[in-house]
């Protein structure tokens, strides 16, 4: 058989990914502008068991979401096989009503089966 220059008739070979060993996820929305009862979504997983807690977070602060856990195909099409891949997504509701207007900082915060959390998905919001 006669290769290429630069061929190889080894095959190739794929690295196995790490596992992470805090969870991990986004804070999809809200972003820029918001006023009143605001849509909170996002999506969060863990290589180390299922998620056991979504905060949301306002100045470094959680506030009430009244967060359900969600479908979200496309992520577990991402990331196969994790605990929570039934409903990886998070979708809730922020009241904004009572936060001084102007601007504020707004994550995520997930805490793993392991009690290891990260605060991902940081942004500036303007409450209108």
Not at 102 to 128: C, M, Q, W
């Amino acid at each position: 058989m006669t290769l290429a220059a630069g061929c190889s008739s080894e095959p190739a070979r794929i690295p196995v990914p790490t596992p992470v060993s805090k969870p991990y996820g986004w804070l999809d929305e809200p972003a820029g502008k918001v006023q009143g009862k605001t849509r909170v979504y996002g999506w969060a997983l863990s290589d180390q068991g299922k998620v056991t807690q979504i905060e949301i977070l306002l100045d470094g602060k959680p506030v009430s979401a009244q967060l359900k856990r969600v479908p979200r195909g496309g992520i577990c099409a991402k990331y196969p096989g994790r605990a929570d891949c039934s409903a990886p997504g998070f979708a809730g509701e922020i009241d904004f009503s009572g936060v001084a207007k102007g601007p504020h900082t707004l994550s995520a915060r997930f805490t793993g089966g392991d009690n290891r959390t990260v605060e991902l998905g940081k942004r500036d919001i303007s409450v209108e």
